[in-house]
């Protein structure tokens, strides 16, 4: 291939075939903008329903509906051209019925043109899952701490530690026995983070877990540092947006208050200069 040649996104058994191998970048994204910055770098990029905390002010994930996954699914899609792009299934859209599931799947997939949809849950939903992939809809399973259960779960706690180290496990073995082709591992302790990693045959995907993982995914507000409500231990930030973009505003405001901007730089004079410049 050369230089200039353009690289197609990867598929779904793509990402499978690199288990073991060199990890796995990705990101979550919302906007065309933002998609564009990362698809030089992502092997795949999830249009996440975290997009319900850091753009739309919601307290948690459970009131994100089709409708908003599919809007930003839509703009990621535009900003993509060699990452492959999943969509997260929002709560409510696929617990009833494996029916239920296809259906919204397939219009996920016909409205966004993803290549994949990613579910939360492991035993309880493997019947779902195989459902799905039995039906040409490529799943990515998601296991650990699953924010649309958080109600259930008790918080934004560690899972799998002791006893509940077995139902991690199994949780895991179940969604990559059902056809998923990778697995989010979040919130885990490292070391079951790296035993579900040797014991099941797809890529784990961990946010929270293992460097041992066979890649990693954050939320890209938060390693960007433009969502500061709260920061989990798990985060790395590379930058500090956030705080860079709210200077940037204070600094305009001031500036306009005080009639420096706009300057003479950034103003149209009365007739058009020689040349035809505007």
Known sequence: MSATAKK????????????GGVPLVSLTAYTTPMAELMDPHCDFVLVGDSVGMVLHGLSSTLGVTMEMMILHGQAVRRGLRRAMMVVDMPFGSYEQSPQ?????????MAETGCAAVKLEGGVAMADTIAFLVARGVPVMAHVGLTPQSINTL????????GAAADRLLADARAVAE???????LEKLPAALA???????????????????????????DDMLGLFTAFRPKFVKRYASLGHQAEAAIEEYAAEVRE?????PEHVFADTTPAGGAQ
């Open 154 to 161: 008790g918080g934004y706690k560690v899972q799998g530690r």
């Open 194 to 220: 790296d035993q579900v990693t040797q014991q099941v045959p797809i890529p784990t995907i961990g946010i929270g877990a293992s460097a041992g993982c066979d890649g990693q995914i954050l939320v890209v």
């Open 8 to 19: 197609t996104a990867p598929l779904p058994d793509d990402i499978r075939a690199r288990k």
């Open 178 to 184: 059902a056809g998923a082709f990778a697995v989010v």
């Open 100 to 108: 239920q599931a296809f259906a919204n799947a397939a219009r996920l």
């Open 259 to 263: 009639r420096s901007f706009p300057g």
